[in-house]
């Protein structure tokens, strides 16, 4: 089992920035792929990207491609989020979730374990 927890959301200004970072404890944290989702007020939880166990694969969604980026270090046991050119969509609590099973995925239901949340609001 592995715990998540995530931190450094906050408020910014719109065109802003901010890198998440979620904390891994448990079982071997290289063993596990890793995702990111968000969830805005009154929306279903959407998919943002996800890292292979070694950090050489990434996937993102098409929201956010070229400007965000996910990256790993296995060393620290925390992936992190890098949001650049962050617009009041973006808003949202974002949450990191862990993986087991080959291949990375980009669905809910294929995520074992789930951290918290952590806020971001992107004013305008």
């Known amino acids: 089992q592995v715990q998540l927890v995530e931190s450094g959301g906050g408020l910014v200004q719109a065109g802003g920035s901010l890198r998440l970072s979620c904390a891994a404890s448990g079982r071997t944290f290289s063993t596990y792929r890793m995702g990111w989702f968000r969830q805005a007020p009154g929306k279903e939880r959407e998919f943002v990207a996800a890292?292979?166990?070694?950090?050489?694969?990434?996937y993102y969604a098409d929201s956010v491609k070229g400007r965000f980026t996910v990256s790993r270090d296995n060393a620290k046991n925390t992936v992190y989020l890098q949001t650049t050119s962050l617009k009041p969509e973006d808003t949202a609590v974002y949450y990191c979730?862990?993986?087991?099973?080959?291949?990375?995925?980009?669905?809910?239901?294929?995520?074992?374990?789930w951290g918290q949340g952590t806020q971001v609001t992107v004013s305008s």
């Open positions: 890292i292979s166990r070694s950090g050489a694969s990434s």
């Open positions: 979730a862990a993986k087991m099973a080959v291949g990375v995925a980009t669905t809910q239901e294929a995520y074992d374990y």
